[in-house]
């Protein structure tokens, strides 16, 4: 995967996350996650040297709070955003183009996925017809039906793998939109108008088997 943030773009992110509220390392994870719509979680080897680097900085301050360590923005951090909110600007831009980029990449993982069983489907089929020529044909009847019926369950497991993914992403895409304000009133025609058009897809190659 292409990296998300431009050099010096992740450092000033955190900042503006902060300046929400405090927030613990993992914490800051996570909202980097739901900011992605969980196509990006970031390491801890990503973000905690960072943090280390705006404490040095003065830009944020840190306290323990149990087991936990939390980071706060301070005054100069704050200045620092303001002094630098049209790049802010733009880094929010490039979040929003690279949400949509990842979410392209799971769309195209999904196609991908509904390709693959499909030549699944075929092969499974023609080593059917290969294996039913070198048995008699009581046998070939039993064994037939029973390599059809695992090729056919196997290809159930794998397609509703793919569709639960493919479902969950793109829930999480669509929420994460949703909350930034910036969901297009076409994309739910659009979704369902797809949807149907790959239900039609693999019902016809259903139907020519």
């Not at 075929?122 to 008699?136: G, L, T």
Request: glycine letters at 6%.
């Amino acid at each position: 995967m292409s990296p998300v943030f431009s050099h010096g773009s992740l450092r000033l992110y955190l900042l503006s996350l902060l300046d929400e509220s405090p927030r613990h390392g993992y914490e800051l994870i996570q909202a980097l996650s739901d900011r992605f719509g969980g196509t990006y979680s970031p390491s801890a080897g990503t973000i905690y040297p960072r943090l280390a680097k705006l404490e040095e900085e003065g830009l944020v301050t840190k306290t323990t709070e149990g087991r936990k360590t939390v980071y706060a923005i301070t005054d100069a951090g704050r200045a620092e955003l303001d002094a630098r909110r049209p790049e802010l600007d733009a880094i929010e831009e490039e979040v929003t183009d690279s949400v949509r980029r990842l979410a392209d990449e799971v769309r195209a993982g999904v196609n991908d996925a509904m390709r693959t069983l499909r030549a699944e489907l075929a092969s499974a089929a023609r080593e059917a017809k290969r294996n039913a020529s070198r048995v008699d044909p009581r046998q070939e009847s039993r064994d037939a039906g029973r390599d059809a019926r695992a090729a056919g369950m196997t290809a159930v497991r794998d397609a509703e793998a793919a569709l639960n993914e493919f479902r969950q992403q793109l829930r999480t895409d669509l929420r994460s939109e949703a909350a930034r304000g910036a969901l297009p009133v076409d994309v739910v025609p659009l979704l369902k108008g797809e949807l149907d058009r790959v239900r039609r897809t693999v019902a016809e190659a259903l139907s020519r088997r």
